[in-house]
């Protein structure tokens, strides 16, 4: 199996997962629970993730995903290669009903992403990346079920031909929308901190007319990525299954993800799964 198999496969599996996110999401069943950590879970997330686990655990690689990250360093830190996924990234957004959640799943290989799906279920907007072949956005859902129902199979060559199909009815990331617009920094709709207002006035005073977008999931590094905003700058915590699938779309996109104050870009499968801060900017 090649890189565009895999691909395939996560758009197949990022798709069906949203599809049953909303079901959650429009019906009266929206209990919410609380994880170890005080957070909060729905059984949209537990739906996402048991539809993704099971299609991509049909390929011979490990998965790491939110809710099954207790795997211990000493079992992943020999992983060459593997699967990264938030079944459910944003469920506050989620919780909220305010559209801006988003399922992300991402290929690590050598502690870098290699390729990343990121599914707006409410939006019904899909990007996706892989290394060497582009970034896209597509809002053609319908068209691109339909193209992965009919010609989905076992072989790489299929696999390529049906990813050239779905290429074909996507549009190529970043997108022409920051020539006639202000300096656009974009932040969290949920969490604000003093360090992204300080950030923030840092730019107004370098760039003048400043113009601030919030958003909530991994929306803020596709943003980046279509040239919507230019800059993300995180001064909060993340995981890694926060950022991988969005990074992967933004450095195919042109830009940087890089640690905070550094020159040096998010690594992953670190034995601390939590984030530095960091800024995507293009």
Known sequence: MNDKFYLLTALAAAIDAGHAILDVYRSSDFKVEKKADKSPLTLADKRSHGIIVKRLGQLDIPILSEEGKDILYEQRKSWETYWLID???????????????????????????????????????????????????ADSIDRIE?????????????AAEVMENIIDISTTLPLNDSANR????????????????????????????????SAGS????????????????????????????GQAIAENAGCKVLQYGTSDPLIYNKENLLNPWFVVLR
């Open 218 to 245: 991994s929306l803020k590094l596709c943003l980046v990525a279509e040239g919507k905003a230019d800059i993300y700058p995180r001064t909060g915590p993340t995981m890694e299954w926060d950022t991988a699938a």
């Open 146 to 158: 339909s193209v992965i129902s009919q010609s989905i199979g076992p072989t790489t060559e299929i």
């Open 182 to 213: 202000p300096y656009s920094i974009i932040g969290s709709r949920s969490h604000a901190s003093p360090e992204l207002e300080a950030f923030v006035e840092e730019k107004r005073q370098e760039y003048g007319n400043v113009e601030f977008i």
């Open 87 to 137: 079944p459910l990234d944003g469920t506050k957004e989620f919780i909220k009903k305010n559209g801006e959640f988003t399922v992300n799943i991402a290929i690590i290989r050598n502690r870098k992403p290699a390729a990343g799906v990121i599914y707006v279920p409410d939006k019904n907007v899909l990007y996706y990346a892989l290394n060497n072949l582009g970034s896209f956005k």
